[in-house]
């Protein structure tokens, strides 16, 4: 019924509407990637009215500035105030929309496409499968049944989601559907390699000297979480400025710490202001660290969450201790 509906919403629009997209804020491939695809595909039927947008600084990521489709986005300031539809890409809740929240109700209607199981389903229609590994699955989807065809710009879009949100197609989500999908795109002419080299394996080489003090000082507390590990480091804004380095070049980093063989839980403290870090948390399997997120003001998946924390490194890891010593292991 909300397939349904969501076609119905989109097939119903005059050619001269306006539709707004928008994605969470700090936009990462999936929220780019779902996003631009799919404002592609409505370009392609005909809805040249259609822009994408996403809150706060209006700075992508240099690893995305490639990407079909950047042409069609707008800065927060100049987004349409009310939009005869609004889109939204991967946002777990409504305040992943930042200053765009607003649209939720001065747009005609509204569709939410997701994956997070936590999404409440603050949309007017709801698309939400937390099976879904990514956000562009359900695009696709949904372009599907627009009677969208999939070209090689749309294809590199939703690849660069599905390829960032499986993890290049190594965590567990990644399914026979998945790869399914991924065939689809490749089938368009794609090149996985090359989008590949440039979204994950191109950076500063000042990044390189920086990860080198991160990983440097990484702590591992083998008694945290009953037992099943803990394995920390951080990041200080002093850090970036030693190597000139922004700090979309710390975002994998936690790839790079949640090795560790002797702890199920890991973390990624990146300092945002003197006294806000951005906490990222991943899990093997034992610990669900949505929960420790969301506790702590946060959101994300069972195993891959993350949180603004406030105060010093010490009162974040604290607060983060604190909630793994009350985490049931089995749950
Ligand atoms: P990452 O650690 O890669 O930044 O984020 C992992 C997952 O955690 C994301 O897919 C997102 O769902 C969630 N997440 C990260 N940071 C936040 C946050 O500050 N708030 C909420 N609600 N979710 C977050
Ligand atoms: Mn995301
Ligand atoms: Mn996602």
Redesign the pocket.
Known sequence: AEWAAAVAAVRDLPSDARVLLVC?V?P?G?ALGSMLGFTLGLRRLGLLRSQATFPGPFEVPPPFRGLPGLDLLVPEAEADPDPDLLVCF?A??A??LGGLVDRLDTAGASIVLDH?ASNPGFGYINLIDPTAAATSVVAEQLLARLGVALDAEIAECLYVALAT?TGSFRFDMTTPAVHEMAARLIATGISPGEISRRIFDTRPFGAIRLYGDVLQRAQLEPDVAGGLGLAWTYATLDDLARYDQKPYVL?AL?DSVRIAAEADVSC?VKQVRPHEW?????SKGAVDV?RV??AL?????RL?????GRGTIDEVMAAIRAELAGIDSSG
């Open positions: 969470h700090n990462d999936d991967d777990a809740s305040s992943r997070h949100d975002e936690i990624l951005a906490v990222s948390m991943r949505s997120a969301v003001g946060g959101g994300g998946h891959a969450a993350g949180f603004t």
